[in-house]
């Protein structure tokens, strides 16, 4: 086996695995599956979005299967681990005022669960996904971009059925996608809103991976993307101007790390919150014992809860393991979407700066060019410095309890990775620990008796977030993945 990749979608893990059977390391297989990600997930991520990448090379830069054949196995040595920071930054620099039109839209999850969405032109950040997946390739990828964004040019140009999950998103976005024209002539042509089962394409995303793969970055931030780009929002009443884009730099950044159950942990670092908050609940599992059950769990929610800078949004999550034993974990996000489709660039850009919970101190205060808070954390887990593990999550808020317990599920446990994934999860927050059906009984009933509210889920619900995860057997060299049935995850490997 070259490698496996789990993806939220069947199209985008099978793009990664095409790079891999190609002879493509780990890195590879991830950029193309993020960029076919852009066309099957597309309320999701896209040009307009952010995200990070956590790269854990094993014995340096990750191997290649064209011509490489030192590189089947997992070389001696400590593996390099890099956090890419590419995600969205608040606009400003070039001084033009920012708008205060941002837009409520209340968005029903379900009969009882509405949460209200600001977006609009006001809303959009500076998006970073070109600019991060070209540096990851030219810093540890082996094949040229020109081919990675093949697979995702296919899927745009042609279309692809909408998955049961994918058309949920369209139902419940349809209130922010209607509001404009340009996605609401993309999610609904004709007047029609596209449901499971029809086909979606996306014309101008093809045209524009097709620019991206002869070009690179340089005309999403500086050429005629960038111009058209900056020029529709300040027209509209937003503030992303062309220096903000021009002025991008994807961070690499040291990750976090933490010691559980004898491996190391490591993970998105500050400023995003949720790396800091997986790490501070693992540590805490180590204090309360050697097991973690419901109640040790929850106690390490509440305490992380402490500590929280809450997300919610749109994400998607892509893990990739390499016969070399390289993994790249990444994590992308476009918010719930401002709506914004930036007429012929396929561009459908980010509502960063009206998520309320990213802009505590009220909106557009993040000072101009500085990261907005985040809550993703794609991580990797080592056990006697070899990597044996990497996931991350879909969830809003959730993305950290998802994360902890499939490492609890898969460390502590001993689970396969599959079944640590689909095993039934509980969250906790704002005094309410959620939990699907699965969890012990007698215990929730304890954390009722401690006077905590315990709300029983009927079924496993895309609430609690999804994990997509591939690991390695450090033993055997086996490599396996897992994608979560919550989100409609998949498996692919070559």
């Known amino acids: 086996m070259r490698g496996v990749v789990a993806a939220g979608h069947p199209e985008t893990a099978a793009a990664g695995a095409?790079?891999?059977?190609?002879?493509?390391?780990?890195?590879?297989?991830?950029?193309?599956?993020?960029?076919?990600?852009?066309?099957?997930e597309s309320p999701l991520t896209g040009f307009g979005a952010g995200?990070?990448?956590?790269?854990?090379?094993?014995?340096?830069?990750?191997g290649s299967s064209r011509g490489e054949s030192d590189r089947d196995a997992p070389s001696a040595g400590a593996p390099e681990i890099t956090l890419i920071d590419f995600f969205v930054a608040a606009?400003?620099?070039?001084?033009?005022?920012?708008?205060?039109?941002?837009?409520?839209?209340?968005?029903?999850?379900?009969?009882?669960?509405?949460?209200?969405?600001?977006?609009?032109?006001?809303?959009?950040?500076?998006?970073?996904?070109?600019?991060?997946l070209e540096q990851a390739l030219r810093r540890?990828?082996?094949?040229?971009?020109?081919?990675?964004?093949?697979?995702?040019?296919?899927?745009?140009?042609?279309?692809?059925?909408?998955?049961?999950?994918q058309a949920y998103l369209l139902e419940i976005l349809e209130p922010i996608h209607g509001r404009m024209a340009g996605t609401r002539e993309l999610y609904a042509p004709g007047g029609a809103r596209l449901g499971e089962g029809d086909r979606f394409a996306f014309a101008e995303l093809a045209e524009a991976l097709e620019r991206y793969g002869a070009e690179g970055a340089e005309p999403f931030y500086r050429g005629e993307v960038a111009a058209a780009i900056t020029d529709f929002v300040v027209a509209h009443g937003g503030s992303l101007?062309?220096?903000?884009?021009?002025?991008?730099?994807?961070i690499e950044r040291r990750p976090i790390a933490a010691r559980f159950r004898g491996t190391e942990v490591l993970t998105n670092p500050p400023p995003s919150a949720g790396g800091t908050l997986v790490a501070h609940s693992l540590g805490l599992l180590e204090q309360l014992g050697p097991s973690s059950?419901?109640?040790?769990?929850?106690?390490?929610?509440?305490?992380?809860?402490?500590?929280?800078?809450?997300?919610?949004?749109?994400?998607?999550?892509?893990?990739?393991m390499d016969a070399a034993g390289s993994c790249a974990s990444v994590t992308c996000s476009?918010?719930?979407?401002?709506?914004?489709?930036?007429?012929?660039?396929?561009?459908?850009?980010?509502?960063?700066?009206?998520?309320?919970?990213?802009?505590?101190?009220?909106f557009h205060r993040i000072e101009p060019g500085r990261r907005v808070p985040s809550m993703m954390a794609p991580t990797v887990v080592l056990r006697d410095g070899e990597i044996v593990l990497g996931l991350g999550s879909a969830g809003s808020n959730r993305i950290r309890s998802a994360i902890l317990q499939t490492v609890v599920r898969t460390v502590e446990q001993g689970l396969p990775l599959a079944a640590a994934i689909e095993a039934p999860r509980l969250h906790f927050e704002a005094g309410a620990v959620q939990a699907e059906p699965g969890i012990d009984p007698a215990a929730l009933d304890r954390l009722e008796a401690q006077g905590l509210a315990v709300v029983r889920w009927p079924a496993i619900n895309l609430f609690f977030g999804g994990v997509q995860a591939v690991a390695r057997d450090p033993r055997t060299g086996a490599l396996s993945g897992g994608g979560d049935p919550r989100r409609g995850g998949a498996v692919a490997s070559a």
């Open 18 to 40: 095409e790079v891999l059977g190609a002879g493509g390391n780990a890195v590879d297989a991830a950029v193309a599956a993020v960029l076919a990600s852009f066309a099957v």
């Open 51 to 62: 995200g990070y990448m956590m790269v854990a090379s094993q014995g340096g830069r990750p």
């Open 91 to 132: 606009p400003g620099l070039d001084g033009i005022e920012r708008g205060t039109d941002l837009v409520p839209v209340p968005v029903h999850f379900d009969a009882t669960t509405v949460q209200t969405f600001y977006v609009g032109p006001a809303s959009c950040g500076v998006p970073g996904t070109a600019a991060g």
């Open 140 to 165: 540890f990828g082996t094949m040229p971009l020109a081919e990675l964004v093949g697979p995702g040019v296919r899927l745009a140009r042609r279309g692809a059925p909408l998955s049961r999950q």
């Open 241 to 250: 101007g062309p220096g903000d884009l021009a002025s991008y730099e994807p």
């Open 293 to 320: 059950g419901p109640e040790q769990l929850v106690a390490a929610m509440r305490s992380a809860n402490r500590l929280r800078a809450e997300m919610l949004g749109s994400t998607t999550h892509i893990a990739v």
């Open 334 to 362: 476009n918010g719930s979407g401002s709506g914004v489709l930036v007429p012929g660039t396929g561009v459908i850009l980010n509502n960063m700066l009206g998520e309320e919970d990213l802009n505590p101190l009220g």
